[in-house]
């Protein structure tokens, strides 16, 4: 069954380099402006992961500006997580943040277990199998929690 459709979400892992990347640019892609859409990391000590890019680039989704950013730095910047309808943690670690972080908040906080696929593959395809993987698990809990895309 499908939930109401949030008008801001606020997809969460560990670095934000490569799950919640890859979230972001596959929400935008399949909804649209449909709810404002960013990302973040418990912590901010990488870039994109380039295996990120190379799968959703096979979708037609650009994540090679994006770039990495915390909890503490969207705090720092101003962003104000009250602002999000929902809060997808991607990892148990941002999953942890996000609950500790939002306890005052009256927003919604899901976990989506996503596997981390970093360390998975000795070979590049299947390292870019991993995070096929990965990516096609984050599209079909979008699939299953917000429906058809609508663009």
Not at 95 to 119: C, K, M, S
Request: aromatic share 10%; hydrophobic share 40%; proline share 4%.
């Amino acid at each position: 069954m499908v939930a109401d459709f949030p008008t801001s979400v606020l997809f969460c892992c560990d670095h934000n380099a490569v799950r919640s990347p890859m979230a972001e640019g596959l929400m935008k892609r399949m909804y649209g402006q449909r709810a404002y859409v960013q990302s973040a990391g418990v912590h901010n000590d990488m870039e994109i992961d380039g295996f990120s890019i190379a799968v959703c680039k096979e979708l037609g989704i650009e994540l090679s500006r994006h770039r990495s950013r915390s909890f503490d730095e969207m705090q720092q910047w101003g962003d104000d997580l009250g602002q999000f309808d929902l809060i997808v943690a991607l990892s148990p670690a941002s999953q942890r943040l996000a609950l500790d972080l939002t306890r005052f908040y009256h927003l919604n906080v899901e976990y989506w277990p996503i596997i981390d696929p970093t360390g998975l593959g000795e070979s590049r395809e299947a390292k870019l199998s991993a995070y096929r993987q990965a990516r096609d698990q984050i599209r079909d809990r979008m699939l299953a929690r917000f429906g058809a895309p609508t663009v």
